[in-house]
Every structure is written in C-alpha cells, then in structure tokens.
C-alpha cells in the first residue's frame, strides 16, 4: 500500500522526494554498449554509451529507448543516433593570421549513388574561422559564409580541397567539415581539423577603462583612438581587424598611412552590462592579409 502523495508521475510511475527508479535500456544494435543508474527524483541522469566505430567515413544509425517500467510497455524516451567517424587532420595557426593551406582528399569511389556525376554541398562548423576552397576547370571556387562551397563531382574520382583557418581564440580549437550529397541531403565525408592556436606577436599594449552599460548614462559606444605610424619608406593601405567583433568596431576598415607618417585609429568599444577584463587584438593587415603590426587593447569595464 502507498502512503503519500507522488511528488512527480513520469509515464505512470510515481516519484516521491529522495525515491528511485530503475531504467531499462534497449538498443537495436547490439554491438553498442550502455550503463545506467537509477532515475531519482528531481535529479538527471547520465547514460554511458561504448560506441566501436571503423575509419572514416563510416557511419553507425542506431536507436535507443528508455524505460522507466519493467514491463516496457512505453518508452519515455527515444533517440535516433547516427555516428560519423571523422578523419582528423592536425594543424596549427595564429589568432588573426590566415593559416597555411590544409589539404584535404575526397575519394568519391563508394559514396555516391550509382549514376552520373553529383552535386554536393560542403558546409564547415565555424564557417567564419575556415575558408574552404579548390579549383575546377581553371576557375577557383570558395565558400561563403553559411551557404558552404557547391560543385559537380564525378564517381570514382578524387578531388584535393584546400582548407584555410583565422582563428579567433587563443589554445585548442576544433572544426568540422561535412560533405552532404545534395539530392539525399546525406553526409557522405567528414573531416575534424584539430588546430592548435597560438597569440600574435604584440607591438604594443593599450589599458582602456570603459565605463558599463547605462552607469554614467552610457548607452551608446565608447570612442578611444590609438596612434599607427608607418615604419616604410613607401605609403601603405592596411586593412584593420580584430578577434573580438562584438566588443570593438572601427570607424574605418581601411586606412592609407604615407610613408613614416602617422595615423590615428579610431576605435568603437560596445558597451557590456556586467564587469570584466577583456583583452582584444587589433590587426593591421596588407593587401596580401598578412599582419603588418598587431595590437593588444585590455579593456576593463567597470
């Protein structure tokens, strides 16, 4: 006999505070391996699921259900998975420098559906950190931004895709590529890019203390200005970017400095509602978007 009242019902089964409940796991693929515990009250619970997987670029579909009674009439959760071994590829870069090309094969033999040739959409996870591009006949093809790089490809061919990383954090960072077949909308390649992301070399380093948002009737930019003198003994057109976007803007991305002449930066900081410290960098770049002179700017919002 029950006494009390259920603190929560899930699926029927009836939770009083600091009871329990057993849960009954079912795979349709045998070779996948789960542990669980037993599901309290108010409290999540964590699944361990052992998962073999081949080379790249196979693909494991599975389904799991749980349940929270031993007659397992109703599942109270379901969930499709779909498994893709990535083949990882090792690179390293510099925050704000454009990387090296990547090379990267894509054999289509085994992948594509019988017939004529495909199209297939390539699409990156941080599409504004890696440029993706190759060439086919004479003419260069690149992706941009979420719309991903599109081509013709034929069976039993192999393609070299050329990978280009502007990272924007300093230390480990990881990038996936995925090749969809259009017509299925299937990935049929995938590719981990595990890069390694040092600093940039700093000329020179500005504190700035910024004010937060709405202390002191702040709502709109801050306006700061920093000095660039062209060390040339030619006029130079330099490009300005930084790594962090969402807290600095410039009023202008385009600056022409006379030789050993000097110009001032202007610098747009956006407002934060909370105190921070936060360090940014400014590049300036050349026409060939290498880094001429890199600065770094700690802003201190209080």
């Known amino acids: 006999m029950q006494t009390g009242t259920p603190g929560y019902v899930q699926d029927g089964i009836p939770f009083t505070n600091g009871s329990s409940v057993q849960l009954y796991i079912r795979v349709s693929d045998p070779s996948v391996l789960i542990e669980s515990g037993k599901a309290s009250f108010g409290e999540s619970v964590d699944l361990l699921i052992k998962v073999g997987l081949g080379a790249s670029p196979q693909v494991k579909e599975f389904l799991i259900a749980v349940y929270m009674e031993p ?4 599942a109270a959760y379901i969930w499709r998975w779909v498994i893709h071994a990535l083949h990882r590829v090792d690179a390293s870069a510099t925050v704000g420098q454009l990387s090296a090309p990547i090379g990267l094969l894509l054999r289509t033999d085994g992948l594509l559906p019988q017939g004529g040739p495909r199209m297939i959409s390539i699409y990156t996870s941080h599409p504004d950190e890696l440029m993706l591009g190759t060439e086919l006949t004479g003419q260069s093809k690149q992706n941009h931004g979420n719309a991903g790089l599109q081509f013709m490809v034929s069976p039993k061919a192999v393609y ?9 954090q300093v230390g480990t960072r990881n990038y996936q590529i995925n090749v969809v077949e259009a017509t299925s909308q299937r990935v049929i390649r995938a590719w981990i890019v595990c ?10 380093t500005y504190n700035i203390e910024l004010p ?7 709502t709109e930019m801050c306006h700061k200005r920093v ?14 970017q930084t790594d962090r976007p969402d807290l600095l803007q410039f009023k202008d991305s385009e600056i022409e400095v006379p030789a050993g002449g000097t110009a001032q930066l202007a610098l747009r900081f956006i407002p934060q509602p909370h105190p921070s410290v936060q360090r940014l960098y400014v590049f300036m770049k050349n ?6 002179e890199t600065f770094a700017i700690v802003a201190q919002y209080t």
Do not use: D, G
């Open 195 to 204: 890069a390694e992301i040092k600093a940039p070399e700093v000329s020179k």
């Open 71 to 74: 007659f397992q009439l109703r």
């Open 287 to 292: 026409e060939n978007e290498n880094i001429e």
């Open 227 to 240: 000095a660039y003198t062209n060390p040339y003994s030619h006029a130079k057109r330099l490009r300005i």
């Open 212 to 218: 937060l948002l709405f202390r002191q009737n702040t």
């Open 160 to 168: 070299e895709l050329k990978a280009r990383i502007m990272p924007r």
